[in-house]
């Protein structure tokens, strides 16, 4: 009868062992599944920093360029302004020049 007594507390002790270790594989994939998640989520932090990042510097550069756009409107108004001023003195120096030919021609001498 001992060797039942001792076979029954041997059987009990076994399944108390494999309680145990089912109990200890599911923290570990409790544990596992919590540091996987916190893994992704780090990444996805780390991801999302990257993209807010981004976004920002999208920003200035589409800031930059329309300024830059700006600027070169005004620099070809300028520009266009600036060839009409010189077309207008092209044409005011030709004017002189002829004005100043037929008065040379004109002169007293001519008469």
């Known amino acids: 009868m001992a060797s039942i007594t ?12 494999q309680q145990q270790a089912d109990d200890a594989e ?19 932090e780390k991801y999302s920093q990257k993209e ?15 300024e830059a756009e700006t600027r070169a409107e005004f620099a070809e108004r300028s520009v266009t302004k ?3 001023t010189i077309d207008d003195l092209e044409d005011k120096q030709k004017c002189t020049k002829e004005e100043h030919l037929y008065t040379k021609d004109a002169g007293p001498d001519s008469a």
Do not use: M
Request: glycine share 2%; hydrophobic share 35%.
């Open 82 to 84: 600036l060839e009409k």
């Open 6 to 17: 001792t076979a029954s507390a041997v059987k009990r002790k076994i399944q108390f062992l």
């Open 26 to 44: 599911e923290r570990a994939e409790r544990v596992q599944r919590k540091v996987v998640g916190e893994r992704r989520s780090a990444a996805q």
């Open 52 to 66: 807010d990042k981004h976004e920002e510097e999208i920003k200035i550069l589409s800031d930059k360029l329309k």
